[in-house]
């Protein structure tokens, strides 16, 4: 298991050479899909096929599954996730920034993380991020056994 101020640095590190606030969402979102893909291949029978196949939200889902704590950070993911959807899919999404400044207060506030640097609304949301990607990790990784899933999304 990799040590957590390792994985919190290696995040965050990742995302912070970038300033644009959206290449961070974009970047951000990648990073947590590699976290639930790993998670996935940890808690399921599900093969590397058919997690490939699964969306982002889908795999937050089928993981969430898994385990009660995973599922209450998980829902944070969620949230990052309709914040991406809607960058994605809207040209010029009105609140993004504020929406995602308070979605990086809520999950620093739920989860601690070593601060790196001052924060900005910029560098919340990078720690508030790597936060997510530990917390998913860990959990993850507690108590390793896998559990049945007949999502075959």
């Known amino acids: 298991m990799i040590p957590p101020p390792f994985l919190d640095w290696a995040v965050w590190a990742n995302l912070d050479q970038h300033r644009d606030v959206e290449l961070i969402l974009l970047k951000g979102h ?20 058919q997690i490939k196949n699964l969306s982002f939200s889908a795999k937050a889902r089928v993981l969430a599954e898994t385990d009660e704590q995973l599922s ?6 969620k949230s990052l996730n309709k914040l991406r959807n809607k960058l994605a899919h ?7 920034k504020a929406e995602l400044n308070d979605w990086s207060e809520q999950v620093l506030f739920s989860y601690s993380i070593q601060k790196y640097q001052k924060y900005t609304s ?3 949301i990078t720690q508030a991020i790597a936060a997510l990607a530990r917390n998913i990790y860990e959990l993850s990784y507690n108590e390793l056994k896998a559990v049945p899933c007949s999502n075959k999304e």
């Open 122 to 124: 910029r560098t919340k």
């Open 72 to 77: 209450k950070v998980l829902e944070h993911a």
């Open 30 to 49: 990648l990073f947590l899909e590699i976290f639930l893909t790993s998670g996935l291949s940890l808690r399921t029978s599900l093969t590397g096929p």
């Open 90 to 96: 809207e040209p010029f999404p009105d609140e993004l």
